[in-house]
């Protein structure tokens, strides 16, 4: 994450602090408007599930992503402390907190890349350098990522973040003992239930009790990011299903009508379902129906471990709200 000063750290990996590699159990929290889940991996291990649980917080979050129960969250905290033994952990930083933009910047070499990025912040977003704490990818497969190549125009992707929204959280864990490195709650998710290595595009969509998230995923990173008004409460009135529906085709058809060859990495393939869905069966079968495209549930054990080989306790439904948590437990290691 970048400051005014701060140096480049993994977009993928580590958003703001120093991610859990020395602990025996690696911990995942999220952290939502309503509740915080947790789940770890033990022994820096992903090959079966450690600890997992759900503490109910109520009004955890603003709408805005902003912390609204402080004292709830540090009790929920306090607890998966307790409860786990961590002293690090990799959490969610909420998707509204983010500005999102894509870039062409000239450099003659991987390192040039914060200078180049940074004058161009303030011309993307509401907020000056000084207030933001910032990270990048570039826009291309993960080969090319991990071996970063010295030419002249690269395309980039930037993820923007309030710099006091993101001392509240760091203030927060910090008060209970423990060291919080972040991540973007959809590239959680991303990690979760997208196969590492996978570069085509995925519209990710997770529903919860106050609103829906839509994220398009591609080349393993969150290219945009967008809430709409449907809860998981109502998903059985028309009104609520045809809002959902048109909201996924809208991004389906955008993702679609680029004219250049080289935007075909951008157009989405299938949508993935997460979150505290009732009937997640039901609704997959209805909105592929509807919608024509293919409609996937998340598989949150995607990068952890084969279903052939372990049967974690958690239900296969169970675990769609958990998506979020798995990917920060895996964070450390993708």
Not at 197 to 208: C, K, M, N, P, S
Not at 235 to 251: A, G, P, Q, V, Y
């Amino acid at each position: 994450m970048h400051s005014a000063t701060r140096r480049k750290r993994n977009f993928l990996t580590d958003f703001f602090g120093t991610s859990p590699h020395a602990q025996k159990t690696t911990v995942g929290i999220d952290v939502s408007d309503d509740a915080v889940r947790f789940l770890s991996f033990p022994h820096g291990t992903s090959v079966r599930v450690g600890q997992s649980g759900l503490y109910s917080v109520p009004r955890a979050l603003s709408s805005e992503g902003v912390i609204s129960n402080e004292a709830g969250l540090i009790a929920a905290l306090s607890a998966i402390k307790a409860k786990t033994g961590a002293s690090s952990v990799v959490t969610t930083v909420p998707d509204q907190n983010v500005s999102l933009f894509r870039a062409k910047v000239k450099m003659g070499s991987s390192k040039d890349a914060p200078a180049a990025i940074a004058p161009l912040i303030p011309k993307h977003t509401p907020l000056s350098l000084g207030d933001v704490v910032w990270n990048y990818a570039y826009v291309e497969d993960y080969n090319v990522r991990s071996n970063p190549r010295s030419f002249g125009m690269r395309e980039v992707v930037v993820s923007v973040f309030p710099k006091n929204g993101m001392a509240s959280f760091r203030k927060i864990f910090q008060e209970v003992g423990l060291t919080p490195s972040f991540l973007l709650r959809s590239q959680a998710i991303a990690h979760a239930v997208i196969r590492k290595g996978d570069t085509y595009a995925h519209l990710l969509v997770h529903i919860e009790d106050r609103y829906t998230t839509l994220s398009i995923i591609s080349g393993g990173i969150v290219q945009s990011v967008s809430t709409t008004p449907v809860r998981a409460g109502s998903l059985e009135e028309k009104k609520t299903f045809s809002l959902l529906k048109d909201e996924i085709d809208n991004r389906y058809i955008a993702s679609h009508t680029r004219d250049s060859k080289k935007e075909s990495m951008f157009r989405i393939r299938e949508v993935i379902l997460v979150g505290a869905l009732s009937n997640p069966e039901e609704l997959k079968e209805k909105l592929a129906l509807a919608l024509r495209l293919p409609v996937e549930l998340g598989n949150v054990w995607t990068n952890a471990f084969s279903l052939d080989h372990h049967i974690p306790s958690i239900t296969f439904t169970e675990s769609l709200p958990y998506a979020a948590a798995v990917g920060c437990a895996l964070g450390a290691r993708l």
